[in-house]
């Protein structure tokens, strides 16, 4: 755990903004991360510092350089941050708007074929390929999830996938069972089959949880949303390969041929996103004596896993003298306790007590966290379980044993109740 370093968890809390009182409510603890991280202090210093640069890019002075000269930088950063060594990174309005985006253009380019994609999926991926699909007038084929344990596997994928599949859809984690898919094992199985195949992975949830590696992915779209890795809401990143890149997609008449982006971008987007990866590197050398940069991510990534699993282990299973989860009387968890594929992230439900009083009491007693219900977001999960809600207790690795702690004893009085 990070906190087995001296001094070193007091000094990553230091760095965010807000991490133990809401500005509105006061002290707090914070679960509610799934729905959007806390924010780098640095992260809010660079953005009021760009919002009030009145230059643009293309121009003929210092500012117009200076500013194309972060975003090159930034792009550099991004593209070590998700272990690129090939194609390139944009950014968008949203996580969600860009894989609308990414999936019109490969579906509508697709020229036949199916459309692959599971049950697993946030609405953001299925609807884009349910919508596009039906535009192109092709088979979206949707791979059951396993609904227990709250994943889909590579040998659910290899049962579906044809030589007729021109573009598929992974989910790296899902934000309501918390469980991470075997990305690089599902593309394995669509390229056995369906070579071509252009691959789109959604990893907004995934990307603070312990490591993105494109490379060894053979995948040819990511997309995530900064807000959910520690920066500011208001943008989202895409990864395209080289060869997905090049396909025909919406740009200017006249404009760059490669170019997926519009009109003047915001550098303070750019610039936030290089200050999460600055993050990254900094507690990689923490952690680690890696000198290369890379190694240093990868290293931090490794502890953020090692930190968030051994909180959610407290969760489950309790610490000290606290009974955890499943000792509980009345309390389920989705995916199972034993589940290797858990990242950050636990949601229960309590027999007898609706979703929302869950919520409400936690509330009460300074947890922040969600109620999930079955509807157009998380039904997919819900739903095949036969549950209204359920309530999600989402993790960072700025966290604490003493913040589990205090989780435990609020729901054993719920519970108790």
């Known amino acids: 755990m990070l906190a087995e370093i001296p001094g070193l968890l007091d000094t990553i ?47 003929d002075n210092p500012a117009s ?3 194309m000269d972060i975003i090159a930088k930034s792009k550099e950063d991004t593209m070590t941050f998700f272990g690129a060594s090939s194609g390139q990174v944009f950014v968008g309005e949203s996580g969600t708007e860009l894989l ?24 953001a991926s299925r609807s884009a390929c349910a919508k596009w699909a039906e535009r192109a007038g092709l088979p979206y084929i949707q791979v059951p999830h396993d609904a227990e344990l709250g994943l889909v596997t590579p040998d659910a994928y290899r049962a579906h996938v044809t030589p007729q599949t021109r573009v598929a859809t992974i989910l790296h984690t899902s934000p309501v069972s918390g469980m991470g898919q075997d990305v690089a094992g599902i593309a394995a199985a669509i390229r056995a089959v369906a070579p071509d195949c252009l691959i789109i992975v959604d990893g907004i949830q995934h990307a603070c949880h312990g490591g993105i590696d494109i490379d060894s992915y053979d995948i ?21 390969s080289d060869r997905f890149g090049a396909q025909p997609h919406d740009s200017l008449v006249g404009g760059p041929a490669l170019g997926w982006e519009f009109g003047t971008r915001d550098t303070g987007s750019y610039a936030t996103f290089s200050d999460v990866v600055d993050y990254f590197d900094w507690l990689g050398g923490e952690v680690s ?25 407290a969760m489950l299973y309790g610490t000290g003298n606290q009974k955890g989860l499943i000792e509980m009387p009345g309390v389920s968890v989705l995916g199972g306790a034993e589940n290797a ?4 992230l636990v949601s229960v439900v309590v027999d007898h007590v609706p979703g929302p009083e869950v919520v409400a009491q936690l509330r009460d007693a300074g947890i922040r966290t969600h109620l999930r219900k079955a509807d157009h ?10 549950l209204k809600d359920c309530t999600r207790v989402s993790l960072a690795h700025y966290n604490t044993l003493g913040e589990v702690a205090a989780f435990l004893a609020a729901m054993s009085e719920i519970c108790e109740k």
């Open 13 to 59: 809390r230091s760095r965010f903004a807000h991490v133990d009182s809401c500005p509105f409510d006061g002290p707090r603890v914070f679960f509610e991360n799934a729905g959007g991280a806390l924010t780098l202090n640095k992260v809010v210093e660079t953005s009021a510092k760009f919002a009030a640069i009145p230059d643009n890019q293309g121009r």
């Open 220 to 240: 040819d779209g990511y997309v995530i949303s900064p807000y959910k890795v520690f920066s500011r809401h208001g943008y989202g990143i895409a990864w395209v």
């Open 100 to 123: 609308f985006r990414l999936l019109r253009t490969a579906i509508m380019n697709a020229g036949g074929g199916e459309v692959l994609g599971s049950t697993v999926e946030h609405p």
């Open 341 to 344: 594929a858990r990242e950050g």
């Open 377 to 386: 977001y998380s039904g997919n999960i819900l739903d095949p379980l036969g």
């Open 65 to 67: 350089a200076a500013l």
């Open 289 to 313: 004596q890696e000198t290369d940069r890379r190694r240093r991510i990868e290293a931090a990534g490794e502890a953020i896993h090692a930190h968030e699993h051994a909180l959610t282990q």
